[in-house]
C-alpha cells in the first residue's frame, strides 16, 4: 500500500467537499458550511441569560443566534462593557469564539479562551500570565525538548501561550514555525485590542474557509499533493499556502470528459461511508449503527473461514476490525460514546493486547478518542470528542 494519499477539493451536488483520500478510501472529510458563524469565528456576543444550574451561559451572536458557553471557557474572559470580575451577567458584552457546531438540538458551542490555529502551531491568549511552550503529545521527547527551548519561540510565548501542533515535528528548519506563531500572535492581539473599541454582535476575526482548515487539520506525511476541479479554490491556494509554509505541490484538474468525482468514484466511497454494514478483507463485517445515546459497532465473522482454531480466527479479525473502526470513526466523524462488540476471545491476555492495539490506532485520530475499558458483557468502551457532526448529518 503507498504512503501517502490526495486531497480533493471538488463540488458534488452544489456541496463542496475536502477530502483526504488514502489507499482507495477516504479517511477523513470535511462539508463545506455557510460562512456565517463558522468555527473559528472571533465575535462581540451579548450574554442573553445566565443559569447557575447547568453552568453556562447563553451568548447571542446576533440575529438572535445563540450560542453555548460554560463558565469553564471564561477563564480569560474579556468584557468590554464593565470590569470582569469573574462573574458572568446578563447583557455583559464579551468576546467569544466558536468551538463546535450547532448538532440536533444543541446550540453552537463557544469559549471566551481564544486561540488561534495554523499548520504548525496554535497560539491561546493566557491572560497575561507567561505560559510553557507545549507539544503535541504525538511527537517524541527531543522533538519536545528541540521546540520548548527555541528562544525565538519562548519570546513570543511572553504574551501567549504556544502549543506545537503534530506537523511541526517534519520540519528541519523551525523558520517557518516561528514565523506562522509571530503572525498568529500578532492577529491574536489586534483582536483583544480593538475589542473594546468595537460594536456588540461585530465579528473581530474571521475563520479561513474549511478547506484551508482541513489542509491545516490533516497531517502532512499522509499526502503529497492537492487536487481541485475548482480554478477559484485552485488560485486561493496559490496564494495561501506559501503563507502557511506547506510547499506541497497544488494541481488543477481540467478534464472536461471525465470529471473529478468519477475519476475518484467519490459518490460510492461517499455511499460506503454511509452504509451500516462494512466488509472486512477477511470475509468478517462490521454493522454500525448509531443511535441517540451512543454508537454500536457490532464485529461478525461473516464469510471469514474459521478453520481449526478458532481463537485465531477471532484473533486475526478482530485485529483487523480495530483498524477499520478507527478508520470509520475518523472518516464518519462518529464521536460520543461507542461500544464495539469484538469477536469473543477466551484468552484474557489477548483481549487486553487488542485494548492497547486500539488505543495506538486512535492515537492517530486528529480528534481525542481513546479506549476507556471492556464492560462486564465483554464491550470495549471507547469515547470519541464532539466537536462536528457525523458525516451522515452534515450530507442531509
Not at 119 to 126: F, G
Not at 220 to 229: A, F, G, N, P, R
Amino acid at each position: 500500500m503507498s504512503d501517502k494519499g490526495k486531497i480533493l477539493i471538488l463540488k458534488l451536488h452544489d456541496r463542496l467537499l475536502s477530502m483526504l483520500i488514502q489507499d482507495n478510501r477516504i479517511k477523513s472529510i470535511e462539508v463545506q458550511k455557510p460562512a456565517d458563524h463558522a468555527v473559528g469565528n472571533i465575535y462581540i456576543g451579548r450574554v442573553q441569560n445566565v443559569s447557575e444550574n447547568i453552568g453556562a451561559a447563553f451568548v447571542n451572536l446576533g440575529q438572535n443566534y445563540l450560542t453555548f458557553l460554560p463558565f469553564s471557557e471564561t477563564r480569560n474572559a474579556i468584557v468590554t462593557n464593565r470590569a470582569f470580575d469573574g462573574r458572568l451577567k446578563a447583557e455583559d458584552e464579551i468576546l467569544v469564539q466558536i468551538v463546535k457546531e450547532p448538532m440536533k438540538t444543541k446550540q453552537a458551542g463557544v469559549t471566551a479562551n481564544l486561540s488561534l490555529s495554523g499548520n504548525y502551531v496554535v497560539v491561546k491568549a493566557n491572560g497575561g500570565k507567561k505560559a510553557p511552550i507545549q507539544v503535541s503529545s504525538k511527537l517524541n521527547r527531543k522533538q519536545k525538548n528541540r521546540f520548548t527551548t527555541l528562544e525565538q519561540l519562548q519570546e513570543i510565548g511572553q504574551s501567549c501561550q504556544i502549543v506545537v501542533r503534530t506537523n511541526a515535528g517534519g520540519l528541519e528548519d523551525e523558520t517557518p514555525l516561528i514565523e506562522e506563531a509571530a503572525k498568529l500572535a500578532g492577529e491574536l492581539s489586534r483582536v483583544t485590542q480593538i475589542a473594546d473599541k468595537r460594536t456588540c454582535y461585530s465579528c473581530l476575526h474571521t475563520a479561513a474557509p474549511d478547506y484551508l482548515r482541513f489542509i491545516q487539520n490533516a497531517y502532512t506525511l499522509e499526502y503529497d499533493e492537492i487536487v481541485t476541479d475548482l480554478p477559484e479554490v485552485y488560485h486561493m491556494l496559490q496564494e495561501e499556502l506559501p503563507e502557511m509554509s506547506l510547499s506541497v505541490p497544488v494541481r488543477l484538474y481540467e478534464d472536461a470528459l471525465l470529471p473529478l468525482y468519477k475519476l475518484y468514484a467519490v459518490e460510492a466511497r461517499l455511499q460506503e461511508l454511509l452504509d451500516k454494514k462494512v466488509w472486512l478483507k477477511s470475509g468478517g463485517y462490521l454493522v454500525i449503527e448509531p443511535t441517540e445515546a451512543l454508537i454500536s459497532i457490532d464485529v461478525n465473522t461473516g464469510k471469514c473461514e474459521r478453520g481449526l482454531n478458532i481463537e485465531e480466527t477471532a484473533w486475526k479479525i478482530n485485529l483487523e476490525a480495530a483498524w477499520m473502526i478507527a478508520l470509520q470513526l475518523r472518516a464518519r466523524n462518529l464521536s460520543g460514546m461507542i461500544l464495539v462488540d469484538f469477536i469473543n476471545m477466551k484468552d484474557r491476555e489477548r483481549e487486553q493486547q487488542l485494548i492497547e492495539h486500539m488505543r495506538s490506532l486512535l492515537r492517530k485520530d486528529s480528534i481525542p478518542a481513546d479506549v476507556v475499558d471492556m464492560t462486564g458483557l465483554g464491550l470495549m468502551e471507547i469515547t470519541r470528542k464532539k466537536v462536528k457532526p457525523s458525516l451522515a448529518e452534515q450530507m442531509r
